[in-house]
């Protein structure tokens, strides 16, 4: 079970920290995403990371803007949002793939969190 938390109202550039608390079968071994999608748009890649923490990968719209982390021993993974646009508001969803694929592709993910709505105002 995937719980996604943070969400909220900002100003544009202004900065926010999403969270992801796993339990259950999903575990820390898993690659973890971050994915979103806006209101009449379909989900997008946003950020992933390997187990170990040392993989990253952005999508282009947030690289240099979001950095995507992990504590383990709390089975948490964190999205940190800063300099963010209107064009970033979004239901976030982070997202755990227990058997491999490409990270960029939401069919990749096995377990998905119930989102996490940010608003950011111009």
């Known amino acids: 079970q995937l719980q996604a938390s943070g969400g909220g109202l900002v100003q544009a550039g202004g900065s926010l920290r999403l969270s992801c608390a796993a339990s259950?079968?999903?575990?820390?071994?898993?690659?973890m995403g971050w994915f979103r999608q806006a209101p009449g748009k379909e989900r997008e890649f946003v950020a992933a990371?390997?187990?170990?923490?040392?993989?990253?990968q952005y999508a282009g719209s947030v690289k240099g803007r979001f950095t995507i982390s992990r504590d383990n021993a709390k089975n948490t993974v964190y999205l940190q949002m800063n300099s963010l646009k209107p064009e970033d508001t979004a239901i976030y969803y982070c997202?755990?793939?227990?058997?491999?694929?490409?990270?960029?592709?939401?069919?990749?993910?096995?377990?998905w969190g119930q989102g996490t709505l940010v608003t950011v105002s111009s």
């Open positions: 997202a755990a793939d227990i058997d491999g694929g490409s990270w960029g592709l939401d069919s990749t993910y096995d377990y």
């Open positions: 259950g079968r999903t575990s820390s071994s898993y690659v």
């Open positions: 990371i390997s187990w170990s923490g040392r993989s990253t």
